[in-house]
């Protein structure tokens, strides 16, 4: 895009200008936790579903609204592996709220890693604009 046409960081300043009332213009954010796939990796979903899922709800409180844990697969093809190995959805009203609640833990929850899986995560956070 040219610049002065609406630019990406001139759709982020002013979706950030909305989000110091409520969420992103009253809208619900989701935090979202991807665990790509990789040959060889490792993932414990028993220790993810019963071990570090309760540690990070139990730390991060009232700040998650509702969470979901999805364990791929299949890719988009019949006998193709998923594009990711698990994914987590947290979502809160703010990015602030899970913000605030999420840095007094990181270590907490960052240093519990390495005990279910050795994939790097990657987070994303988004705005959500449909939820049924």
Do not use: W
């Amino acid at each position: 895009m040219a610049r002065g046409s609406g630019t990406r960081d001139e759709e982020r300043g002013r979706v950030g200008s909305e989000s110091s009332a409520v969420g992103y213009g009253g809208k619900m954010v989701k935090v979202s936790i991807f665990y790509p796939s990789k040959p060889g990796a490792h993932f414990d979903v028993d220790y993810y579903l019963n071990t570090h899922m309760p540690l990070a709800l139990g730390l991060l409180g009232s700040a998650v609204q509702a969470v979901s844990v999805e364990i791929g697969m299949l890719g988009g093809t019949s006998g193709q592996a998923p594009p990711f190995t698990a994914i987590c959805g947290f979502t809160c009203e703010t990015v602030q709220a899970f913000t605030d609640a999420f840095l007094p833990n990181a270590d907490v929850l960052q240093g519990d890693i390495p005990k279910f899986t050795d994939i790097a995560p990657v987070i994303q956070v988004s705005e959500i604009r449909m939820e049924q």
